[in-house]
């Protein structure tokens, strides 16, 4: 799907609300403040190569077919367009893995809670 970088933010907004329901990311990195008032904890977003999210900038975005469909507490991917929806996950998965050869895993840092350190 795509989204605009705004509408990627209003996600990651809501999600840092949540204890229960926190979006999975890849690709960004995250940093919020749990201590601070809903709306008001995500303190930046960057892309992994330091770069900010741009607000007006369209983004490519994977996810399960439930968030588009049903948008559970995440309204915000029910304005995405659709660009790829005939796959399960598992095969979108396996292409990806296939066309980038060797995976390596590491911590990434992809969400920091600062508010939780203190």
Avoid: C, W
């Amino acid at each position: 799907m795509e989204l605009r970088g705004s509408d990627i933010l209003k996600l990651l907004v809501k999600s840092a609300e949540k204890n229960d329901e926190i979006l999975q990311i890849s690709g960004l990195k995250v940093v919020i403040n749990s201590s601070l008032p809903k709306g008001h904890r995500v303190i930046s977003a960057t892309m992994d190569n330091g770069k900010p999210l741009e607000p007006e900038k369209i983004y490519k975005v994977a996810t399960v077919d439930y968030l588009p469909k049903r948008g559970g507490n995440f309204q915000v991917f029910k304005k995405a367009r659709i660009v790829r929806y005939d796959d399960f996950l598992f095969n979108v998965v396996k292409e990806s893995v296939q066309s980038l050869g060797t995976i390596y895993s590491a911590i990434s840092g992809r969400l920091t809670d600062i508010g939780s350190e203190q």
